[in-house]
């Protein structure tokens, strides 16, 4: 199991600690930096600043909106870092949800999730083949564009710049059932939110014969620390604000996913009382035992112990978001 660092998105600044964190993990062998967008800070332009100061480390998007662009500009973007990092990139990508895409990007959310998905890869992988110009007859991306207000001048096209990699890994964060079994068809690799060790069984059906090489890359906080439930806060203060504030009280896809883990009670008291602005409340109606099945944190036997339960599980791909140097450095020691 390879280690990646994630660093997430900026907050109300920028990390003042990302680079160094990314260089640091770079210097004790991590296979690869992550960073992330909301409505905020965007994933690419961090990690050509990390990339112009790093050498090795693979350069990954956890992830990258598709309602941000459109594919052919996701694409544009992917080739160019690649080429500016020497080949270093991973091209994680989520749909997000209607609350983001609707009220942040002005655009309508796919009432076709799996097609809408599925068109995006596909454009994506022809710009990045470069084999013919590039069409799609397509419900949601189609090109050339023939709709309403269409010119009818537009033409199929090539792109001017070769990509370094034809075949750049494309990642996908999906969380439905539906969505997980798609992803192990189109993609080179799964992002999993809220991956529990003691729950793999959930996927099992869904990676059953996925080619080798699939990458399964989850996220987990980590915090080397003597007070566990102390280290559970960041955990407990993350879930409250995705299952309460990332999506609407009837459609949020985090909240969803927490209900088929087994905490579903749980989740929809966290909802209701995050979107009462009874914040606080909702962060210590958090479960201490969800937040700790997919987080590392505690002392170091106590890290040692649980990552070993990851490593035994189909996870090719840690990803960690980690606070200090130290959890860094010993995450690297456990796992060497």
């Given at each position: 199991?390879?280690?990646?660092?994630?660093?997430?998105?900026?907050?109300?600044?920028?990390?003042?600690?990302?680079?160094?964190?990314?260089?640091?993990?770079?210097?004790?062998?991590?296979?690869?930096?992550?960073?992330?967008?909301?409505?905020?800070?965007?994933?690419?332009?961090?990690?050509?600043?990390?990339?112009?100061?790093?050498?090795?480390?693979?350069?990954?998007?956890?992830?990258?909106?598709?309602?941000?662009?459109?594919?052919?500009?996701?694409?544009?973007?992917?080739?160019?870092?690649?080429?500016?990092?020497?080949?270093?990139?991973?091209?994680?990508?989520?749909?997000?949800?209607?609350?983001?895409?609707?009220?942040?990007?002005?655009?309508?959310?796919?009432?076709?999730?799996?097609?809408?998905?599925?068109?995006?890869?596909?454009?994506?992988?022809?710009?990045?083949?470069?084999?013919?110009?590039?069409?799609?007859?397509?419900?949601?991306?189609?090109?050339?564009?023939?709709?309403?207000?269409a010119t009818g001048l537009g033409k199929p096209l090539k792109s001017i710049t070769h990509p370094l990699r034809p075949g750049l890994p494309v990642l996908l964060g999906a969380e439905g059932p539906r969505n997980v079994a798609q992803t192990t068809r189109i993609a080179d690799g799964w992002l999993p939110l809220?991956?529990?060790?003691?729950?793999?069984?959930?996927?099992?059906?869904?990676?059953?014969?996925?080619?080798?090489?699939?990458?399964?890359?989850?996220?987990a906080q980590a915090r080397l620390c003597d007070d566990l439930a102390e280290g559970l806060r960041p955990v407990k203060t993350m879930l409250a604000l995705y299952i309460g504030g990332m999506g609407h009280a009837a459609r949020n896809f985090h909240a969803d996913l927490m209900a088929r883990m087994g905490y579903e009670e749980e989740a929809r008291r966290i909802q209701r009382l995050f979107l009462a602005g009874r914040r606080e409340e909702a962060v210590a109606a958090v479960p201490d035992a969800f937040a700790d099945e997919i987080s590392l944190v505690g002392p170091r036997e106590r890290i040692a112990e649980r990552l070993a339960l990851w490593r035994e599980g189909p996870v090719t791909d840690l990803l960690v978001t980690a606070p200090d140097p130290a959890t860094l450095r010993l995450l690297a020691e456990l796992n060497a």
């Amino acid at each position: 199991m390879r280690l990646g660092l994630a660093l997430g998105y900026w907050g109300r600044r920028p990390g003042p600690r990302d680079l160094a964190l990314a260089r640091q993990a770079e210097r004790l062998g991590y296979h690869s930096v992550w960073t992330s967008e909301s409505w905020g800070s965007d994933a690419f332009t961090p990690l050509a600043w990390i990339a112009a100061h790093t050498s090795r480390i693979r350069l990954g998007t956890a992830v990258a909106q598709m309602a941000a662009r459109s594919p052919t500009a996701t694409a544009m973007h992917a080739l160019t870092l690649d080429h500016l990092s020497g080949g270093r990139v991973l091209l994680g990508l989520g749909l997000s949800g209607p609350q983001v895409v609707e009220g942040w990007y002005g655009r309508p959310f796919p009432q076709s999730p799996l097609t809408a998905t599925r068109e995006y890869v596909d454009v994506v992988r022809q710009v990045l083949r470069r084999e013919a110009p590039v069409a799609l007859d397509g419900r949601f991306h189609p090109l050339p564009y023939t709709g309403p207000g269409a010119t009818g001048l537009g033409k199929p096209l090539k792109s001017i710049t070769h990509p370094l990699r034809p075949g750049l890994p494309v990642l996908l964060g999906a969380e439905g059932p539906r969505n997980v079994a798609q992803t192990t068809r189109i993609a080179d690799g799964w992002l999993p939110l809220y991956w529990s060790p003691a729950r793999a069984g959930l996927y099992a059906a869904a990676l059953d014969g996925v080619p080798e090489g699939f990458m399964v890359a989850p996220m987990a906080q980590a915090r080397l620390c003597d007070d566990l439930a102390e280290g559970l806060r960041p955990v407990k203060t993350m879930l409250a604000l995705y299952i309460g504030g990332m999506g609407h009280a009837a459609r949020n896809f985090h909240a969803d996913l927490m209900a088929r883990m087994g905490y579903e009670e749980e989740a929809r008291r966290i909802q209701r009382l995050f979107l009462a602005g009874r914040r606080e409340e909702a962060v210590a109606a958090v479960p201490d035992a969800f937040a700790d099945e997919i987080s590392l944190v505690g002392p170091r036997e106590r890290i040692a112990e649980r990552l070993a339960l990851w490593r035994e599980g189909p996870v090719t791909d840690l990803l960690v978001t980690a606070p200090d140097p130290a959890t860094l450095r010993l995450l690297a020691e456990l796992n060497a």
